[in-house]
Structures are given as structure tokens and as C-alpha cells.
């Protein structure tokens, strides 16, 4: 990152900022110092929106002690109903009204204050880049720039529902959110139903049709709700129609600034970063940026090179410090003063998998290999699309089966659904 006399932090916990409505959400402000002073500023300011706990140790270890040396205030702030903010029992997982609004107050909140040069950026992974999209469709005034990462766009085509079908995942996401919901925070017999129920999660799964009232979820009632609309809700209804749960419908209303949108090839959101960012692209005066990479939903953070099974070489690993590296000379182009020079080159990085020798690398995966490539757009103009055929035999054919040919034919045995509460564990920023 370049050689600087780091900022000292000096950190201001549960500022409860307040909202329209009259709800306050808690905020952890670090703020630059200089031999134990806290500086007047202004400076830039980067927000992250979470319901991981803003006070997490891996969040501070991972944006915190990062940015704000570099001479940026960050703001951490818990989501409506959770952790330390209040509104309790107004917190449905992703489907939150209010979040849009939530995040355009926070971010008008920041840029008022005396040590705010009022431009603000957001960042954040997963959940709390989904945040910042909703925040986006209303505008900040004062919000200058984003990076959301692994995000999904479209809860019911990319999160929720995969094919009509609940991804299990999900029922897993919301016991964790359960377990430290405000609901049941005084309540130990509540939470360690939850915990058991996280614990027995595969029983549960095999007990469905879920009914109200019968799964650990029925201690915070707004996520049984939730919990019931994923599961029974199987048509693209009202409900997956919200702005909350669908955003791209709304997209023309996004706000025209400066964008990064980063994912992996194998995360389950692949299709909803690329979308968005070609929808940005199309629409936007400003400049916008896609980073798509050989990763799972947390490899690139991870510095993973891999996924399952398959290497795609040391040019394909991140990690935290790469990550953050780049966010750094992002925002320092649209939040510092003076801003950096604009970066040159072409918007789009793609890692286009292959090439590689085909052996097992010395932890027994594939080496499969890769390399990056630089794009001018996305979808590529030069792309060709092409139909291919079953054929009868099992084969694919670019040429149509024959009037005479016989019909490919295909047998599918219904198994019982495979439980994934693993998936559930995961954090992200």
C-alpha cells in the first residue's frame, strides 16, 4: 500500500445516529489522531452497514484497522434491529423496507459532521453490499462511491429460490441470525432452542412442510415470517416483488457514481455482480468497474486459489491484504483530497480459467490454472453464442436432431433435499 505515517484511531462506540422515523441505529466512528489527539479533519468518510455485529473482531481486524490508519473515517453500524441499534422486531434478514432509507440518513448524518470533507463511500460484502444497492436506488446526496462484492440483486432468482426451489442454505443464514437476535438476547432458554436447533439442523430440514410455530425460528417471530415466505412462497408473487427483495426493476433509479462491483465465477451471485454492473455501465456517466475472479462467495477474502476440487494457479489468490489494497486506490480516486489520478485502464478484469498442466498439485486438486485479461465491457462484443442439441446417445451437437433421428430421452429419480447448514457459518464484510 505505499509507504506513510499511519493515523493513529480513535474510536467512538454507540453514536446512535438517528432516522426518520425516529429510530436510532448504533455506529462505531474511528476516527484519525495524531499523538493521542483526535484530528479536526475533514476527511473522507467509508460506512459499512451490517447485522454481523459491528463490534465483531473480524470486522475490526479486517476494515478498521485498515482504513482509518490510511487517513479515512469509518463508520460501523449495526442495522435496524440488530445488536446495538433499536427497532427490534424490525428485522426480516434481507427483506427490510426501510433499509434504503436507513442507509441514505446514515450517510447524510456523516456528511454533516465537522470532521467530514462530505464525500462518503460504502463497501461491504454479501449482506452488507446488498445495503448499499438499496441505499444507491435513493440517492445520498453525499455518497460519492461503492464497491459491493458477492451480492445479490434479485432475492428470488439469486438467493433465495434457485429454480422455484428454496436454496437450503437460507433456512441455515436465519438460525444464525436468530441465535443473536435481539429478541431472545435475555431470553437463555429461547437462544439455546435456536442453538439445538442449529446443531439438529438436517433433522429439521427432513421434517418439512414447515408450519408456524413448530421449527426454533418461532422464538423471533419476524424471522419465522421470513423463514415461511422463503419456503412457501414458490411463484415470483407480491412478496419477491418488494424493493427489498428485487431491486433491479428499480435500477433506473440508481444513483450515477462511481462503481466497483467484484465477484467470483463459482459464487452463487456470479450472474446478479455482472448484471449489475452492465446495468450500471449502460445507464451511468460515471465510471464503473467489474473484478470477476475463480472464486467461491468468501475466496477471493479468503485468498483462496481454488474452488472444490480445482487450482487455478497463485495469480488467482487475493486475500484481505490484495482486497484492500485495491479498495484503497478506488475510493482514493473519488473521496480524497486531492483525488487520485484516474486509473487507465480498461473497466473490466476477467480471470479466464485454463491452460494449466492438468496434474494434481501437491494438496491433491486439479491444476487447472488461468490468467487475468483486461475488457472493455461486459457482455463481451466479441461474444458468440451458440444452441447445441441433445442428441439421441447422450451427445451435444451444434446441428439440429433429423426428422427421422430418435428422441433423446432422460430418467430422474426424486431424492429427499440435501441439507447445507454449513453455508449458514459464513461472515462477510
Not at 12 to 19: G, N
Not at 47 to 65: F, G, H, M, N, P
Not at 95 to 107: F, I, K, P, R, S
Not at 192 to 219: I, K
Request: glycine share 10%; proline share 9%; aromatic share 12%.
Amino acid at each position: 500500500m505505499g509507504s506513510f505515517e499511519p493515523y493513529q484511531v480513535a474510536i467512538f462506540k454507540d453514536l446512535m445516529i438517528p432516522m426518520r422515523d425516529g429510530v436510532r441505529l448504533a455506529a462505531d466512528v474511528y476516527r484519525p489522531a495524531r499523538a493521542g489527539e483526535v484530528l479536526p479533519g475533514p476527511f473522507p468518510a467509508l460506512l459499512v452497514r451490517t447485522s454481523y455485529d459491528k463490534q465483531a473482531e473480524w470486522l475490526i481486524d479486517e476494515v478498521a484497522d485498515c482504513f482509518t490508519p490510511r487517513g479515512y473515517v469509518l463508520v460501523l453500524q449495526d442495522l435496524r434491529g440488530r445488536h446495538r441499534s433499536e427497532g427490534t422486531g424490525q428485522y426480516f434478514h434481507t427483506v427490510n423496507e426501510t433499509a434504503g432509507t436507513d442507509g441514505y440518513d446514515t450517510v447524510e448524518w456523516i456528511a454533516a459532521q465537522p470532521w467530514s470533507n462530505g464525500r462518503v463511500g460504502a463497501m461491504g460484502s454479501s449482506h452488507l453490499a446488498l445495503v448499499q444497492t438499496h441505499m444507491a436506488l435513493y440517492r445520498p446526496p453525499h455518497l460519492a462511491a461503492i464497491w459491493p462484492d458477492v451480492s445479490p440483486t434479485n432475492s428470488y432468482a439469486h438467493q433465495v429460490r434457485w429454480g422455484g426451489a428454496m436454496q437450503l442454505h437460507m433456512f441455515g443464514a436465519l438460525f444464525l441470525h436468530a441465535y443473536d437476535a435481539q429478541e431472545i438476547r435475555d431470553d437463555p432458554p429461547a437462544r439455546q432452542r435456536v442453538l439445538q436447533g442449529m446443531e439438529r439442523m438436517g433433522d429439521w430440514v427432513r421434517r418439512t412442510p414447515f408450519q408456524p410455530g413448530e421449527t426454533p425460528l418461532a422464538a423471533v417471530p419476524n424471522l419465522e415470517k421470513t423463514m415461511l415466505d422463503y419456503y412457501r412462497r414458490g411463484a415470483y408473487d407480491e412478496f419477491w416483488r418488494l424493493e427489498s427483495n428485487d431491486f433491479e426493476p428499480h435500477f433506473q433509479r440508481h444513483a450515477d457514481i462511481p462503481g466497483t462491483y467484484s465477484g467470483g465465477w463459482y459464487d452463487p451471485f456470479a450472474i446478479a455482480t455482472t448484471r449489475y454492473y452492465a446495468a450500471m455501465a449502460r445507464q451511468n456517466r460515471s465510471p464503473q468497474r467489474l473484478v470477476m475472479g475463480p472464486w467461491t462467495h468468501g475466496g477471493m477474502r479468503a485468498g483462496y486459489s481454488f474452488a472444490g476440487d480445482v487450482d487455478f494457479g497463485s495469480e488467482a489468490a487475493w486475500g484481505r491484504d490484495r482486497y484492500n489494497r485495491e479498495r484503497l486506490s478506488w475510493f482514493e480516486g473519488w473521496l480524497k483530497d486531492p483525488p487520485a489520478p484516474p486509473d487507465p485502464s480498461p473497466p473490466v478484469r476477467l480471470f479466464r480459467m485454463g491452460g494449466g498442466s492438468g496434474r494434481k498439485t501437491e494438496e491433491g486438486r486439479l491444476s487447472h490454472g488461468g490468467e487475468w485479461r483486461c475488457e472493455n465491457e461486459w457482455p463481451l462484443a466479441r461474444t458468440r453464442y451458440q444452441a447445441y442439441y441433445l442428441r439421441c446417445g447422450g451427445g451435444l451437437s451444434p446441428s439440429p436432431p433429423g426428422p427421422r433421428e430418435a428422441a433423446a430421452r432422460a430418467r430422474h429419480a426424486s431424492v429427499p433435499p440435501a441439507p447445507n447448514p454449513g453455508a449458514a457459518r459464513t461472515r462477510d464484510i
